[in-house]
């Protein structure tokens, strides 16, 4: 799994052309992995949200759904929810926050739920994740995704200090989104 997951690193790096960082960035990664137990009251025939709506605070995120499905995606422009079907053998492979602010925007972080319907009444799943190392858990975004059409979006921020507030800030804009300023030249 780790293999995978530092595959799926690289591939992202090497899109956005930072091959030079790939092994300061890789090593600066700790790997988790949770196991989860989801329930539904049986008593209840609609479908019941098993898991709000989030965006990972993570690097990347690898969900197994182990064949029941309920992983939910939102659209960007936030009107539809796209079911992540369970493939056998495959993985739905999830980026977030700290992507989205280390690669300056270009990676999304995305937002997602878990909906069980009838006649789900449990679901396992496990999700390994990377997120930075303790000792090294400043976010901040390579200069080379920073310039005039691409202005820095995220102040660099320390990814644990973050955590630790998430839930009263509810964004990761709203606890260190960058100012964009517009100037508008009137004539
Ligand atoms: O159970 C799933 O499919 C997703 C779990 C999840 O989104 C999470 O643990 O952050
Ligand atoms: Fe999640």
Request: hydrophobic residues 40%; proline residues 4%; glycine residues 4%.
């Amino acid at each position: 799994m780790e293999e995978l997951i530092q595959m799926i690193h690289r591939m992202i790096l090497e899109s956005l052309g930072l091959e030079n960082h790939y092994d300061s960035h890789t090593k600066s990664l700790v790997n988790s992995m949770r196991f989860l137990k989801y329930y539904k009251d049986s008593s209840d025939n609609e479908s019941s949200i098993a898991l709000s709506s989030h965006q990972d605070s993570t690097f990347i995120s690898i969900v197994c759904q182990h064949n029941v499905e309920g992983l939910e995606v939102q659209t960007l422009d936030g009107d539809e929810w796209i079911h992540a079907t369970p493939i056998a053998n495959s993985f739905t492979v999830l980026a977030g926050e700290a992507f989205m602010a280390w690669t300056n925007g270009r990676i999304r972080a995305p937002i997602h739920q878990v909906k069980l319907t009838e006649p789900i009444e449990k679901r396992y799943a496990v999700v390994f994740s990377t997120t930075p190392s303790f000792a090294n858990d400043m976010i901040n975004a390579p200069e080379e995704l920073v310039d005039a059409q691409n202005p820095l979006l995220f102040k660099p921020f320390k990814y644990y200090d973050y955590v630790n507030v998430k839930e009263d800030y509810g964004s990761l804009k709203a606890y260190c989104g960058a100012l964009v300023t517009i100037s508008l030249l009137l004539p």
